[in-house]
């Protein structure tokens, strides 16, 4: 079921709603929301849109065929900038150079996509979760407590939340194929490391690398997904959506289980060596599905503002160093980081062509408010899946195997729920069941004993499937729906780097109440943290006035430069 005007692209050539109002842009007419008085426009990928005017419809087809094909920017008046543009998304594939005029509504979905972006986008979260039933035989092997052993857990997110927005970056300007097949290479690599680590820190040194490699795919994906849409004019390419979230979601949970039955395989070397076939298996795909990019290159590579990723990195890795321990004694990681961070904001709100267009970002708040709702429902999430996983092991005394099939329930529920939700466009009440159902697995923490029966704790890992579904599915159609399709590469990116903050906040809080060990006290304060997060992730959805109604494809109506 798909609402009219929600979240689909828009491509030049179109017919226009009858309700649409039509601004200019350097390429000819473009359709803005129905809805609410038309602000500044919003530049085209082919330059900027102010005081210019309207050629007619052949010679914008004329102009956009010109620019899809041989890679060149359309004409601008003489006293228009010239300098090279970034090459639209539609540059992706061969098909997306199809004229407009030749381009129809209802054409279908490249399907021969859908196996390499699936795959590639699943390496990171079942990376994530296989590792939680494995800390606990890992630290036996290397003689290391749970403080030691959580490196391989905020490794593997810092490297991610780093990675992701940097490398969606990268696949805005110069395509996905190429990030998609250096970065699934790099995971084969990280598994073969990870078989053969002899010391823990190897292991860290692996998981590093894993979080880096698996960076790129979903970017990668979410762009793939964006210029398909603009080719087959699809208002809301919701099946694939949903076929996305839904593998996203659901291997996430998969995971443990995953986990638990390769450790009673071959021990916990096989969580590390799974990722060589699947590495092998995403290089195949990606190399014989994955299209070409046509466009300017060396343009491209002028366009990249390294100077923002530089301190966009420096700002995130020496915050998150310092909530991997906190302490006095470290004092000075946050102080430097509010000092990078502080250069980080003058240097995009200065650069022509900035890593995240602050001003943009700032004006969007459905788009902020989608990232804050992602960093409260994965550290709610994260901390239930690491922590209770833990429990399970040492305070209830239950194996890694039997951990992992008792764990089999969330992702039955979650399957479940995104399936039969997932071609739904509303966004809000798959939030506000979602939450309400997190608030009150978070409460059944509180009842849980070391004598606590295996139905019981059965039927809370059904209901936790519930919020694991639905969440993550909502926030990443809100973010299809408000993101700025010229930069959906870097705004999924984002996504993701709220998503590891919050897991790393939970492994933090993980650490901190499992000091002593995954006993039922420690789980208890943890359920008390969860519970405020699990409000709060219920307020920030109730009041988030853009939810109510259908999503739609827009964006603030502010001047970005792309």
């Not at 014989?288 to 390294?306: K, N, Q, V």
Request: charged share 15%; net charge positive.
């Amino acid at each position: 079921m798909t609402a009219p005007g929600a979240e689909g692209p828009i491509a030049a050539g179109d017919e226009p709603p009858a309700t649409g109002a039509v601004r200019a842009s350097a390429a000819g007419p473009v359709r803005t929301s129905p809805a609410g008085p038309a602000g500044p426009a919003r530049p085209s990928a082919t330059g900027p849109a102010e005081d210019q005017p309207s050629p007619p419809a052949a010679a914008e087809d004329v102009t956009d065929r010109t620019s899809a094909e041989d890679g060149t920017a359309p004409t601008a008046p003489a006293d228009e900038d010239t300098s090279p543009t970034r090459p639209t998304t539609d540059e992706t594939t061969s098909a997306a150079r199809t004229p407009p005029a030749t381009r129809a509504k209802g054409e279908a979905f490249d399907r021969g996509l859908i196996a390499p972006m699936v795959l590639g986008s699943v390496l990171n979260p079942v990376n994530s979760s296989m590792l939680a039933v494995a800390l606990v035989p890992i630290g036996r092997a290397f003689d290391a407590g749970p403080a030691q052993t959580a490196w391989l857990v905020t490794g593997l997110y810092l490297a991610t939340a780093v990675g992701q927005p940097v490398i969606g970056r990268l696949v805005d300007a110069f395509g996905p194929r190429p990030l998609y097949l250096g970065g699934t290479a790099l995971v084969g690599l990280a598994g073969v490391l990870g078989v053969c680590a002899p010391a823990l820190w190897v292991l860290v040194v692996s998981r590093v690398l894993l979080g880096l490699g698996t960076s790129a795919a979903y970017p990668a994906s979410m762009s793939l997904l964006r210029s398909e849409a603009d080719r087959t004019g699809a208002e809301s390419p919701n099946g694939i959506l949903s076929t996305l979230s839904l593998c996203n979601q659901v291997i996430a949970i998969v995971g443990p289980s995953l986990g638990g039955a390769l450790i009673g395989l071959g021990g916990w070397h096989l969580i590390f060596g799974i990722n060589v076939p699947l590495s092998l298996a995403c290089l195949v795909l990606g190399a014989r599905r994955l299209p070409r990019r046509t466009g300017p290159h060396a343009a491209a590579r002028e366009r990249i503002d390294h100077a923002g990723m530089a301190l966009f990195a420096g700002t995130l890795t020496t915050l998150m160093l310092f909530l991997m321990s906190p302490a006095p004694g470290r004092a000075w990681l946050p102080a430097l980081a509010a000092l990078l961070g502080a250069g980080f904001a003058v240097r995009e709100l200065r650069a022509a062509r900035p890593f995240i267009d602050l001003r943009v970002l700032g004006g969007n708040a459905p788009l902020l408010a989608t990232y804050g709702r992602q960093f409260l429902a994965s550290t709610t999430s994260y901390a239930f899946l690491y922590g209770f996983t833990q429990w399970l092991a040492e305070g209830r005394g239950l194996s890694a195997s039997v951990s992992g099939l008792l764990l089999l329930p969330m992702p039955a529920l979650a399957f479940l729920v995104t399936a039969l939700t997932g071609r739904r466009a509303a966004i809000r009440p798959k939030l506000l069941v979602g939450a309400t159902a997190q608030l009150a697995g978070c409460a059944v923490l509180l009842l849980l004993g070391a004598h606590t029966p295996l139905w019981a704790l059965a039927a809370l890992v059904a209901l936790v499937g519930l919020p694991q579904g639905l969440n993550g599915l909502a926030n990443q159609r809100a973010l299809y729906a408000r993101a700025d399709p010229a930069r959906m590469g870097a705004s999924a990116g984002l996504l993701r780097t709220f998503m590891y903050l919050g897991a790393l906040v939970a492994s933090v809080a993980n650490a901190a109440f499992f000091a002593g060990g995954a006993d039922t006290a420690g789980l208890h304060h943890l359920a008390l943290l969860l519970l405020g997060f699990s409000a709060a992730f219920l307020v920030l959805s109730a009041a988030d006035r853009s939810l109510r109604g259908p999503a739609r494809r827009d964006v603030p109506q502010v001047t970005a430069r792309l």
